[in-house]
């Protein structure tokens, strides 16, 4: 059993690792915290280091607060919501965490495509959660 949360290190991730280490703490489960991009050419060197970076620093700030964990860096060309829902049905999820952009009046007509994605192909609660001042 586990949480899985979607981050990437922008203030949105930041909001869905602080909620889904607070799901983890409560439902006293491993925390799987998924990275996900499609790779290709779009995806240099420079911002994979970043990335690896931001995930080293999520480490030790999950080790601090001693929360069970696992970070899985996926980069084999699947969009991230193939990469959350594969990873939520293989280690038995009790939710997925994924954080919300603000939009715009129209765009929000329409949730991002991963989000959307997402909320109609988990198993599983899928908790959805916008970022705060704080983040």
């Keep these: ?3 899985i949360v979607g981050y990437i ?3 949105e991730g930041r909001a869905a690792l602080r909620q889904a280490s607070a799901e983890s703490k409560l ?3 491993k925390l799987i915290v998924v990275n996900s991009h499609r790779g290709g050419r779009d995806f240099d060197a420079q911002e994979a280091l970043r990335f690896e970076q931001e995930l080293k620093a999520v480490q030790i700030e999950l080790d601090e607060a001693g929360i069970e964990h696992e970070v ?3 980069v ?3 969009e991230p919501a193939e ?3 594969a990873v939520a049905n293989e280690s038995d999820a009790q939710c997925i965490v ?3 952009r603000r939009r715009t009046p129209i765009g929000k007509l329409i949730l991002g495509s991963n989000a959307q994605r997402i909320l109609l192909e988990a198993q599983c609660p899928v ?6 001042e704080d983040d």
Excluded: Q
């Design 127 to 132: 908790l959805a959660v916008k970022a705060g």
């Design 72 to 74: 899985r860096a996926l």
């Design 1 to 3: 059993m586990s949480v």
């Design 83 to 85: 990469d959350l829902v």
């Design 27 to 29: 439902r006293n489960v």
């Design 9 to 11: 290190p922008t203030r």
């Design 98 to 100: 994924i954080g919300l």
């Design 76 to 78: 084999r060309g699947n």
